[in-house]
Nanobody, 113 residues
């Protein structure tokens, strides 16, 4: 089962974007869901995760700037990204936690002036 990410784009440093992740209902209800990112030449890593009950966790690099949330009625997880920095440039993916071997479509986020 693939979770599909959307909402990326080009933004200036200091700007904001909101990413969305549509997940099948069964996956959404059972598993924690996370946002991962992969920059060129780097390994993919988890930046934010949200548990079934709504508890959120963040990588130190995005803490205080990114907010993960979920809409249970829409089976959707969001990532609100504020105060974006050039080092946030990456392809962003959503997946379960721990991640499955199947990755859906990512969405490119580019932070540049």
């Amino acid at each position: 089962v693939q979770l599909q990410a959307s909402g990326g784009g080009l933004v200036q440093p200091g700007g904001s974007l909101r990413l969305s992740c549509a997940a099948p209902g069964i996956i959404f209800k059972i598993n924690p869901v996370g946002w991962y990112r992969q920059a060129p030449g780097e390994q993919r890593g988890l930046v934010a995760g949200i548990m079934r009950g709504g508890q959120a966790n963040y990588a130190d690099s995005v803490k205080g700037r990114f907010t993960i949330s979920r809409d249970n009625a829409k089976n959707t997880v969001y990532l609100q990204m504020n105060s974006l920095k050039p080092e946030d440039t990456a392809v962003y993916y959503c997946n379960t936690i721990p991640s499955s071997n199947t990755w859906g479509r990512g969405t490119q986020v580019t932070v540049s002036s």
